[in-house]
């Protein structure tokens, strides 16, 4: 099957710093690609969807001076914390569609902000 | 996308069938059933999906009802490793080349025994 794949699979970092997520689909090309974060014992919740080449489209709620999504080329998408905080700390997961419509997950990265 | 409601939590003995159950009494025409699970700190993995026939493959069955208006995932051998969340999710498929968003509810979270 598709296979997706984050790195970092999890990061430490001090507060006020930033943080890169990249995301890849490593055999096949993915127009669209969706974050999600996910809270200890909480369900996913979608943050954001990241098109290539455009915009990325983002929840309500969700601050895209904080969170900025790139999504350059048709196998990457990254997803990057600005100055993060230690209410961001969470576990963040991306999903890309496969050719049949259905959308597979990464493994998730863990970020711990200090 | 419609909603759906899921028990909390079930129960199983390992080598027993899992049936999870799902509603989602305001499904409309062009929305697919699909199901996914979550291990423990893992992105969600991708189990089967239907729209009105019932489905079949290597990890499930998905039993949808004549109105649609609820479904059964059926896990035929439970296994320790099947312990998870398991999410049931409505969502319309998506034009070609485009990718409709999942909208995770709080699932049901399966505990198998032995």
């Known amino acids: 099957g598709a296979v997706v794949s984050q790195h970092p699979s999890w990061v430490i970092c001090k507060s006020g710093t930033s943080v890169k997520i990249e995301c890849r689909s490593l055999d096949f090309q993915a127009t669209t690609m969706f974050w999600y974060r996910q809270f200890p014992k909480q369900s996913l919740m979608l943050m954001a969807t990241?098109?290539?080449?455009?915009?990325?489209?983002?929840e309500q709620g969700v601050e895209k001076d904080k969170f900025l999504i790139n999504h350059a080329s048709l196998t990457l998408s990254t997803l990057t914390v600005t100055s993060a905080h230690p209410e961001d700390s969470s576990f963040y997961i991306c999903?890309?569609?496969?050719?049949?419509?259905?959308?597979?997950f990464g493994e998730g990265s863990r970020l711990t902000v200090l | 996308d419609a909603k759906t409601t899921q028990p909390p939590s079930m129960d199983c003995a390992e080598g027993r069938a899992a049936n999870l159950p799902c509603n989602h009494s305001t499904i409309s025409g062009n929305e697919y059933v699909y199901w996914y699970r979550q291990i423990h700190s893992q992105g969600p993995q991708y189990i089967i999906h239907?729209?009105?026939n019932n489905e079949t493959n290597e990890m499930a069955s998905l039993i949808i009802t004549e109105d649609r208006k609820s479904s059964t995932l059926i896990l035929p051998h439970a296994t320790l490793r099947d312990t998870a969340v398991y999410y049931c999710i409505v969502r319309a498929r998506g034009l070609a080349g485009t990718a409709s968003k999942l909208t995770f509810g709080t699932g049901t979270r399966l505990q198998v025994t032995l």
């Open positions: 990241s098109n290539e080449g455009s915009k990325a489209t983002y």
């Open positions: 239907g729209l009105k």
């Open positions: 999903s890309a569609r496969g050719v049949a419509g259905e959308l597979f």
